[in-house]
């Protein structure tokens, strides 16, 4: 009785001690984006947020989900008859993995900034709106929309700096890819982003 009793205790601060070695992350991002390759054709600037959650399984390995959503306004452009105006929103929905290389961060003596880079893989819900502005349409608003789910992926590298402890700061770059008919749909972005660690 008493050498089950020591192996329960054993197990459960074990158990206990695993508990406290967990790690969430939640991190808010605010991007601007530049349409690439095709896409900024007739596309300009955009603008986007997004939300990551993350589950830290090693010093170095954080495994992640990610969404949010980007605009895009479009260009006025001259077609047969008037004018056509279009714009675009993307909702991103992908999963992966962050890394934090231990070799590059051991730069950092004071240990409040942090290297990290990420990829993740997933599917883009895409929205095209298209405003005409036709004289066969006596100059009134015709708008048409086209919603389409495309798989991509998106690669980013960043840098952090901790003011408080579990709270991040930092900046990183984002290239976002997803296939869509004919051309792929490609934007390059700067994001702010603020990170919480949640330890249990």
Do not use: H
Request: hydrophobic share 35%; proline share 4%.
């Amino acid at each position: 009785m008493k050498k089950f009793l020591l192996f329960l205790i054993t197990t459960l601060s074990m158990i206990n001690i695993s508990m406290y070695s967990q790690v969430l992350s939640f991190d808010l991002n605010s991007a601007v984006s530049i349409p690439t390759s095709k896409f900024k054709d007739s596309i300009n600037t955009g603008f986007g947020s997004t939300f990551r959650i993350g589950y830290k399984i090693s010093d170095e390995i954080t495994v992640t989900g990610k969404s949010g959503y980007f605009y895009f306004p479009g260009q006025t452009k001259t077609v047969e008859d008037g004018t056509m105006k279009s714009s675009v929103s993307e909702i991103p929905i992908v999963f992966g993995i962050k890394y934090y290389p231990s070799f590059l961060n051991q730069v950092f003596s004071d240990k409040k900034m942090r290297f990290y880079c990420s990829a993740e893989i997933g599917v883009f819900l895409n929205r095209y709106k298209q405003t005409f502005n036709l004289t066969k349409f006596n100059n009134k608003d015709r708008t048409l929309i086209n919603t389409e789910n495309w798989p991509g992926f998106s690669p980013s590298i960043g840098l952090q700096y901790r003011f408080f402890e579990g709270c991040y700061i930092g900046y990183d770059f984002n290239f976002y890819f997803f296939g869509t008919a004919g051309t792929p749909t490609t934007w390059l972005d700067g994001e702010i982003n603020f990170e919480y660690d949640l330890k249990f």
